[in-house]
């Protein structure tokens, strides 16, 4: 064999597994890390676990997981997006998961009031959205910390004191870390539809239909009109499934961490 063909034949067989372990991450990433869990080996699986995922162990058999729904929506709150979102949550009985952004509350406080008052679960988006994989530690608690404080003086019955999800999806092992030192639970999501770019509701109706899961937690976004259009026909095809909606601590309650990063397959009607 030439020494052009050897590397040639390394070259395939490098990209393969560089493939193969971006498969992976995929098939492992991490739908919650509670406060309590091991953040590295949850977010830097082992060889062994990666093996495990592409034999198919990554996902629970059929028929095994709870049918239950959290919808979640970041960022906000914004006028008129926000109180059509919450009127159309309240036409359609679905309790939601808001989490929202320290600075946007403050800046909108009878909006993050009203998110309480209709019955919906607030929870820390961080104080100003940074993207954390970029801040120390330190950096991390401060941003959690006074997110979390803002929204409790704005709604102080609301449960983001242990909720929090990271800015863009952005996070490292030390992030969490981070987060766990503060007290936080990292939530995260089995879907994101895709709803933060300007696509048609009938694209996140779609995308939501063929990749979902028994349980979920689904990552949408309070200043999108297209999500709110989408939500009606969401709704009833998750409840056609037999699907029932919770909010994010309702899930960890009755479904626990361990099925939401292990969920089994459930696409909708």
Do not use: C
């Amino acid at each position: 064999m030439t020494l052009a063909v050897t590397l040639a034949v390394i070259a395939v067989v490098a990209y393969g597994a560089h493939r193969l372990w971006l498969k992976t991450d995929d098939l492992l990433r991490p739908a919650v890390v509670p406060r309590d869990a091991d953040a590295r080996a949850v977010v830097e699986p082992s060889l062994g676990a990666r093996w495990n995922a592409l034999l198919g162990h990554a996902r629970a058999p059929a028929g095994t997981r709870p049918r239950l729904v959290a919808l979640t929506f970041d960022d906000g709150p914004y006028p008129v997006t926000t109180p059509l979102l919450l009127q159309t949550l309240h036409d359609l009985g679905v309790p939601a998961t808001f989490f929202l952004i320290g600075r946007d509350a403050e800046q909108f406080p009878d909006l993050a009031r009203e998110v309480a008052a209709s019955g919906g679960e607030i929870a820390d988006h961080t104080l100003t959205h940074p993207d954390l994989d970029r801040l120390s530690p330190l950096g991390v608690q401060r941003e959690l910390r006074e997110g979390a404080a803002t929204l409790e003086g704005i709604a102080p019955d609301a449960d983001e004191l242990h909720e929090f999800r990271p800015p863009h999806g952005r996070y490292t092992a030390d992030t969490i870390r981070a987060a766990q030192g503060a007290g936080f639970d990292t939530i995260l999501w089995n879907d994101d539809p895709g709803d933060w770019r300007a696509v048609p509701a009938a694209a996140i109706v779609e995308h939501v239909r063929a990749h979902a899961t028994a349980p979920e937690i689904v990552l949408l976004h309070s200043g999108r009109t297209a999500t709110v259009e989408a939500l009606p026909r969401i709704v009833a095809a998750y409840r056609a499934a037999g699907f029932r909606f919770v909010t994010v601590a309702a899930m960890l309650r009755e479904a626990g961490a361990e099925a939401l990063n292990r969920p089994e397959r459930a696409p909708l009607p």
